[in-house]
């Protein structure tokens, strides 16, 4: 969809984006194409902060390794992360749910931060999505950074739960840690059980801290 012309593209990651996409649709001039969850959706993010067109959300910052999620992935990403900081990694989080245009000014900041690589997880193809997105924005940046992309491996998904095809392909919490030990060259011993026992809460973002 990104390669439309004059087409904007949105993915909603939550409850909360979810009752604000219909007012941000019609604010935006011309076609809008809008991804969707199905089924039941968590709160993940604070209604207070409505879903801003290219504005991702800054769920935590980190010198150690950036994440950069999306859509239904997103919720797997705050468990992985948690997890990571409980280990001592310095975290950070972006959630982006504008996939065109993809053009915000705190982008080189981001992206410049993290010491030790960028990891990109998306329920899309790693063609053309959230990972080529962010490959894009290092090379205009002149920035040089292992890069991780999580998603779909140029293959069809076939029918089932969606717990079960996020662990299929590799882009559930357990996916995330894997390849975040390989970014850091090292393990963490973080398990299922570790996992299972973060409870993911409604949260700001990173510019309301006092709030968290």
């Not at 970014?183 to 990173?206: F, P, T, Y």
Request: charged share 20%; aromatic share 4%.
């Amino acid at each position: 969809m990104r390669a439309l012309p004059n087409l904007t593209v949105l993915e909603v990651g939550d409850a909360t984006e979810v009752e604000g996409i219909l007012p941000l649709v019609c604010s935006i001039p011309g076609p809008v194409y809008v991804r969707m969850l199905r089924g039941e959706i968590p709160r993940l993010f604070d209604a207070a902060e409505p879903m801003a067109l290219d504005t991702p959300r800054v769920i935590s910052e980190g010198d150690d390794l950036l994440i950069v999620s999306s859509g239904i992935c997103t919720e797997e990403a705050m468990r992985a992360a948690a997890a990571l900081r409980a280990r001592g990694v310095s975290v950070g989080h972006l959630h982006v749910s504008t996939l065109k245009p993809f053009a915000h000014p705190r982008f080189a900041q981001w992206l410049e931060r993290p010491q030790r690589g960028i990891l990109t997880v998306e329920n899309h193809t790693t063609i053309g999505g959230l990972g080529s997105l962010v490959a894009l924005k290092l090379v205009e940046h002149g920035l040089v950074k292992p890069l991780a992309m999580l998603g779909l491996q140029d293959t069809f998904a076939h029918g089932a739960s969606r717990h079960y095809l996020m662990r299929e392909h590799g882009m559930d919490a357990a996916a995330i840690i894997r390849e975040s030990e390989r970014l850091l060259g090292e393990k963490l011993a973080i398990g299922e059980a570790d996992l299972a026992a973060v409870r993911i809460e409604a949260v700001h973002s990173a510019a309301k801290a006092e709030a968290l």
